[in-house]
């Protein structure tokens, strides 16, 4: 091929791209402000949600603070006033689905369990973990929620929380060996010896060194032991 005619081809095609720039230059100007300019928005977006999310968990902390300040009123009357009161605002500050909403929710949970009103501790455990369902909150959440059903004296739902604590979270939660350990024990009380002989075995596969092993191990033991000789 003609060395010449191929240089003066590329030349030819640089030309037609520096004047397709040229003459598009102010749209390519327009498209890359644009992209900054989204940028920038998408930065204060960020940042303004960061803020919020602070203010929203130092109002959240500073109504735990309250509430341990109630704990310390002599006066019942005045006592219970403050408590509806700290209540409303905890429910105000609970609406989202973020942390500061799971925190003031654990919160208003353990109002509840100072009450004993067990129904309503329940549902705002489950609650907060729903509402920040990645965060430390909410395995906790439902581990304390699966304890007070059992406080209020309903193993089935217990067993279900305990057991949606263990397969959402599974070794993240520092509970996990006890939690098992209690579906277990639940099972055994509900006479699914499966089930409770899979948890125990759980533990003992999974936490060796965990104190809940032996009683694990003792427990699978008497079991083979029940089931061998009925």
Not at 104 to 123: G, M, P, Q
Request: with cysteine; proline share 3%.
């Amino acid at each position: 091929m003609d060395t010449t005619a191929t240089h003066k081809e590329k030349t030819k095609v640089s030309d037609l791209l520096v004047d397709f720039i040229q003459k598009r230059k102010l749209i390519l100007l327009g498209v890359l402000i644009a992209f900054f300019v989204i940028l920038a928005v998408v930065g204060l977006v960020l940042t303004l949600r960061e803020t919020s999310q602070i203010k929203a968990i130092s109002r959240v902390e500073t109504l735990s603070e309250r509430y341990d300040e109630i704990r310390t009123i002599s006066d019942e009357t005045k006592k219970k006033e403050s408590i509806v009161s700290l209540l409303e605002e905890l429910k105000s500050a609970s609406n989202k689905k973020d942390f500061p909403s799971a925190r003031a929710l654990s919160i208003i949970a353990s109002i509840h369990v100072d009450l004993k009103e067990w129904t309503e501790a329940e549902n705002a455990w489950i609650a907060s973990a729903e509402a920040a369902p990645k965060s430390y909150l909410a395995p906790v959440a439902l581990y304390n929620a699966a304890t007070v059903a059992e406080d209020r004296g309903d193993p089935t739902s217990a067993l279900t929380l305990y057991t949606r604590c263990v397969q959402e979270y599974n070794n993240d939660y520092p509970l996990t060996a006890r939690a098992y350990f209690s579906i277990g024990r639940l099972s055994e009380q509900a006479n699914d010896a499966k089930s409770a002989t899979d948890a125990y075995k759980k533990i003992v596969d999974t936490w060796p060194n965990e104190g809940w092993t032996k009683m694990a191990n003792s427990r699978i033991l008497s079991i083979t032991l029940h089931t061998s000789n009925p």
